[in-house]
């Protein structure tokens, strides 16, 4: 018996189509997404910013984070001064909030910005930017210092709309130009009375964060797969990986299900593999018609996708 166990990761933060279209028009943007190929088109409540504040004394940031008809509110608070966002070398750092509409606001908005400002020039540089999302995720995956106070699980749901992949291409490129991107942007209609369907349909880029296979078998078999076994390519999880989840979730958008996968052409037979399992690793809800597909830092919180 070999199986394989493959966890799929957030390459970034659940953006926005909004925050997706000004993103892909930065080169560095683009190239560090080069290994993600697997993506999903979800659409979710929009989060938002409200109650910041700044701690003086101790340069930290406290912000509040809440969702539209969700009770629950989470408080995130982290240091200004570290290495991925400012130095002490920046000695005036300014905070600016925007609207949806990209204006400047000082409650309720969905950005921020912390930009360096020069005091003999009056120009600013922008250090960082933040979404919700993507200052939760730079939590969670303590990518950033700090921490957060509450549980911010139930304000990351998604309703899948697409599942795709892009392994012959860079992933934002595809996105670019896809069609059915544009279609799901036209056709649904917001969550949330008031609100515009680009706030709401989100990109979920993900990339294969670890691969493992686990054997029942004689020892002369695992002895021969450690000397001799190799683990598939990122790229060929991932093409089984897209087909995995387009069965399983059943995407409307998508028009091609699936429903005879795995066929003898696919890893599981091709590989000689007795079981496949998917799995997402970040604390992220995956909502369809049938159920959920639940992620989460720990193993054992999580749903996992079983091709046999």
């Known amino acids: 018996m070999k199986i394989l166990l493959n966890e799929l990761e957030l390459s970034y933060a659940p953006v926005s189509a909004y925050h997706f279209r000004n993103l892909i028009r930065s080169k560095h943007f683009v190239e560090t997404k ?17 109650d910041l504040s700044f701690i003086e004394n101790d340069a930290v940031l406290r912000v509040t984070i809440a969702q539209d008809d969700n009770p629950n509110t989470v408080i995130c608070k982290f240091p200004i001064i ?20 990209g204006n400047q606001t000082t409650s309720n908005f969905q950005a921020i910005d912390i930009v360096d400002l020069d ?17 939760l995720q730079n939590l969670w995956t303590n990518g950033l210092k700090g921490e957060i106070i509450g549980d911010f699980k139930s304000m990351l749901n998604y309703k899948v709309h697409y599942v795709g992949k892009a392994t012959e291409q ?20 917001p969550l949330t009375y008031g ?31 450690i000397m001799n076994g190799k683990l598939p390519s990122d790229k060929a999880v991932s093409l089984d990986a897209e ?57 054992n919180e999580r749903t996992y996708i079983e091709i046999k």
């Open 195 to 225: 609100n515009i369907p680009s706030n709401e349909i989100m990109v979920l880029l993900f990339n294969i964060r670890d691969n493992n296979v686990v054997m029942r078998s004689t020892v002369k078999e695992m002895t021969d797969f």
């Open 82 to 101: 570290q290495k991925e966002i400012a130095s002490e070398k920046n000695e005036i750092v300014l905070l600016r909030g925007y609207d949806r509409n």
């Open 119 to 135: 005091p003999e020039s009056n120009d600013t540089s922008l250090l960082i930017w933040f979404s919700p999302a993507k200052l």
């Open 170 to 189: 860079n992933i934002c490129k595809r996105l670019s130009k896809h069609s059915t991107f544009q279609g799901i942007l036209t056709s649904e209609l």
């Open 243 to 299: 087909k995995a989840l387009i069965r399983y979730l059943q995407p409307k958008y998508n028009k091609i299900l699936f429903n005879s996968y795995p066929t003898p052409k696919d890893m599981l037979s091709r590989e000689n593999y007795s079981n496949i399992m998917y799995s997402i690793s970040d604390p992220i809800t995956l909502i369809y018609d049938d159920g959920m597909l639940i992620g989460a830092r720990n193993h």
């Open 34 to 50: 080069r290994h993600s190929h697997i993506y999903v088109i979800a659409q979710a409540k929009e989060l938002f910013f409200k």
